[in-house]
């Protein structure tokens, strides 16, 4: 065997369950496949000058490389087991919790000392958001920043750099399983294991489903979210943000009974593209950084969308809405609000004129001609219920950026001990499908490595 573990992908679930290793047994072989670049390689090409959208990397620095789709994003370690995944449905609710407080701890010993936690318990927030028919979901809020996301990352591979051996820019092709383990293919190398842990995150999410289908291992899927992404003064939203930094707000709507949700809150952050599978969709990013804050806050509203039989590919059902608002705007849209409720598209000048500027370039355009009735619908009775606890989230101004579309992996098959009915081959954090998160992600990569190493 060349070693002893192989894990693939080096994002949070991959780099805390190698670190979790190191830890527990220093003499173990462990190697990390990663198809993306090195931490310090990882960079998007998008200037905002020369380039101003995606030109479609092969490997996209944004979502691949150590770090994983976590490296530039806003940190926010969201420690609760009501959103960011069902871990707690495998491991129980104790043990996700206690993990993710694990991570949380690492975190700070590697740079994030002196981030600040924020937390929903005892918030009057909660009351204001009940009276309105809104629900404020129980959470604590570990707020890294961009900034220093990216300095813990930069520690964590310092300290496992020469413990692990890292294979940047190395796509797994295979995985195979032999008499004694795993066999893993990348190119023309070979490469064989004992164990193998599999962490592929969203961007693995279709070569997942092949290994899945190749080595008999069940798997399920039927879920897609599909919205925009609201920018709005920071004023509006600054009694929860300021307080919470980051509100999860579920609204039940009135006209179909279909929940809608906001989603990674950016205060005083930017509105960014996000390019999945050659897809460019809407993200957000923040700044621990005073000096790089904006004057305005971003969120997503989304709206989740379950199939039933026959229908199985609800990714590609959010892909193609995706594709719809690449068609029309050449990226991603922009509308005014306003614009949306009186029927008409944005244009540039409208979007000039507005008291709120764009954080991104978008095409200004009709969401209405991308989005599904019944999710615009949502969306739009959402805002006007957000408006009664943030008043001016309705204003004419406040900008919708479409289409944000969050993937869910199919949801791999794994028992207790996360572990495929493969034995020795487990699957973590958001390629499996059960999480969707960085600190669900980490937490299970922490607990797969305390496992694996029990019996070594
Ligand atoms: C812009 C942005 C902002 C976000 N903000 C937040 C946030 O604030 N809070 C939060 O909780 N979550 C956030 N998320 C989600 C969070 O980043 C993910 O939930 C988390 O990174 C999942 O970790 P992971 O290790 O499971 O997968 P990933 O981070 O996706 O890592 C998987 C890695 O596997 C690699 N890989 C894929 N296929 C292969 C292969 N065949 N061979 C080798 N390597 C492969 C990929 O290159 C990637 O680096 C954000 C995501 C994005 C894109």
């Known amino acids: 065997m060349n070693f002893d573990i192989i894990i693939i992908g080096a ?116 009351k204001l958001c009940v009276q ?45 399983a032999i008499s004694s383990g ?14 193998c842990v599999i962490s592929v995150g ?30 709005l003064p920071a004023e509006v939203f600054s009694h929860l943000t300021d307080e919470l930094y980051e509100s999860k707000i579920v609204y039940c709507t009135k006209e179909y009974g279909d929940k809608v949700r906001t989603f990674c809150m950016n205060p005083r952050g930017a509105v960014v593209n996000e390019n999945t599978n050659g897809i460019i969709t809407v993200n957000g990013h923040s ?15 989304l709206v989740a969308k379950h199939f039933s039989e026959p229908f199985k590919d609800s990714n590609g059902y959010g892909e193609s809405i995706a594709r719809l608002s690449n068609m029309l705007g050449g990226g991603v849209i922009v509308q005014r609000f306003g614009d949306l409720i009186r029927g008409r598209r944005s244009t540039q000048s409208r979007i000039n004129e507005a008291f709120i500027t764009p954080t991104l370039k978008a095409t200004p355009g009709d969401l209405s001609l991308v989005l599904p009735k019944r999710i615009l619908d949502g969306i739009i009775e959402m805002i006007y219920a957000l408006d009664k606890v943030a008043p001016g989230t309705a204003n004419d101004d406040t900008l919708l950026y479409g289409v944000e579309v969050k993937f869910y992996n199919m949801e791999v098959a794994v028992n207790e001990n996360l572990e495929t009915c493969l034995k020795n081959l487990y699957v973590i954090g958001d390629g499996s499908g059960i999480t969707h998160s960085l600190s669900h992600a980490s937490a299970s990569g922490v607990y797969v490595a305390r496992k694996i190493t029990a019996d070594k």
């Not at 609760?80 to 707690?88: A, E, I, Q, R, V």
């Not at 700044?287 to 509203?301: G, I, K, P, S």
Request: neutral net charge; proline residues 2%.
């Open 202 to 231: 969203r961007s693995g999410s279709k070569w997942m489903e092949k290994i899945c289908e190749k080595l008999c291992i069940p798997t399920n899927s039927n879920r897609v979210d599909i919205g925009v992404r609201v920018e």
């Open 11 to 126: 994002g949070p679930g991959g780099i805390f369950s190698a670190y979790e290793m190191t830890q527990i047994n220093p003499n173990l072989k462990v190697a990390v496949f990663e198809a993306g670049h090195a931490l310090n390689k990882r960079c998007c090409p998008i200037d905002g000058d020369k380039i101003k959208t995606c030109i479609g990397c092969k490997s996209c620095s944004i979502m691949s490389g150590f770090g994983g789709a976590g490296a530039f994003s806003d940190g926010k370690y969201n420690i609760t087991n009501d959103f960011g995944g069902t871990l707690y449905e495998h491991i129980g609710k104790k043990q996700a919790l206690e993990l993710m407080h694990y991570v949380d701890a690492i975190n700070m010993r590697y740079g994030g000392a002196g981030t600040k936690l924020y937390s929903t318990s005892g918030t009057k927030l909660k």
């Open 182 to 195: 795993y066999e893993i293919k990348c190119g023309g190398n070979v490469y064989t294991c004992e164990k």
């Open 287 to 301: 700044y621990e950084d005073v000096a790089r804050q904006t004057e305005n806050t971003n969120f997503a509203l």
């Open 132 to 176: 309105h028919d809104l629900h404020l979901l129980d959470a604590s809020v570990r707020h890294l920043g961009t900034d220093i996301n990216y300095v813990v990352l930069e520690n964590l591979y310092d300290y496992l750099k020469s413990r692990v051996d890292f294979f940047f820019d190395t796509p797994v092709d295979s995985v195979t």
